[in-house]
């Protein structure tokens, strides 16, 4: 078989398994009407009410539907940022880590933004943090961690993790520290795992939840909000 012949299979299959994605949960569906959601071209947007000239971007996990995270999307427009979810390639985050130039680029209303993703979504967003717009103001971490170092950057970094993570687990989030910014919080979520950081079910490789989904999605919300508005 030819270099070629192979290389196509590599593709196709990756392709093909780039298909089969984690969707939104009958819980998300009860807590936001995704038919009301606006389109930001191929992503979500949520406008606020009342905005306060700041914006959030959210990187969806690998192989997660970007509408698993309506809930916070929604949650966080509420409190009066612009928030945009965006729609990466085959929903891998590292397939489209500039996407964020886009959405800061179409929101010229937006005075700093503030980029951050879940699982591998957060290293795709570190990927585009390494060479920002001057608009950037802060990282954020939703069980996963950056894929360079930060050490030496005064940017506002924020890790929020799960105590049950069996993904992006304790241990590896205290090993990551030290590539974080010495301007960084870290938030621990007692009882939380990787897969309640969105609304999609159970995740292959994960631990059990100790706390219900709206609960975790709350306290990512509010440390959140928290960090943005002391950052």
């Known amino acids: 078989m030819t270099v070629f012949a192979l290389l196509m299979i590599a593709v196709v299959g990756f392709v093909v398994y780039a298909q089969f994605d984690y969707e939104p949960s009958a819980t998300l569906a009860e807590k936001v009407d ?3 959601i606006e389109s930001d071209g191929e992503g979500l947007i949520f406008q606020p009410k009342s905005p ?5 971007i959210l990187y969806q996990g690998a192989k997660v539907e970007k509408e698993a995270y309506a809930y916070l999307g929604q949650s966080l427009s509420e409190q009066g940022f612009v928030v945009s979810i965006p729609q990466l390639p085959l929903n891998f985050g590292i397939l489209g880590s500039g996407t964020a130039a886009d959405v ?3 929101h010229s209303e937006v005075e700093e933004w503030f980029l951050g993703g879940h699982s591998l979504g957060g290293v ?3 990927f585009y943090s390494e060479d920002p717009s001057p608009k950037l103001s802060g990282l954020y971490f939703l069980g996963a961690y950056p894929a360079s170092d930060f050490s030496s950057s005064g940017l506002p970094m924020l890790s929020i993790y799960g105590e049950r993570d069996g993904l992006s ?3 590896a989030i205290e090993e990551s520290r030290e590539l974080f910014s010495n301007n960084s919080v870290f938030v621990e979520i007692e009882g939380g795992n990787h897969a309640q950081f969105g609304l999609y079910g159970e995740q292959k490789g994960d631990n059990p939840a100790e706390i ?3 609960e975790q999605q709350d306290q990512v919300v509010e440390a959140l909000v928290e960090w943005i508005n002391e950052s």
């Not at 306060?52 to 959030?56: D, E």
Request: charged share 25%; glycine share 10%.
């Open 169 to 171: 687990t304790v241990e």
């Open 104 to 106: 800061i680029d179409e």
């Open 124 to 126: 795709a967003a570190s």
């Open 212 to 214: 219900p989904a709206i």
């Open 52 to 56: 306060n000239g700041k914006g959030v």
């Open 34 to 36: 995704l038919d009301a």
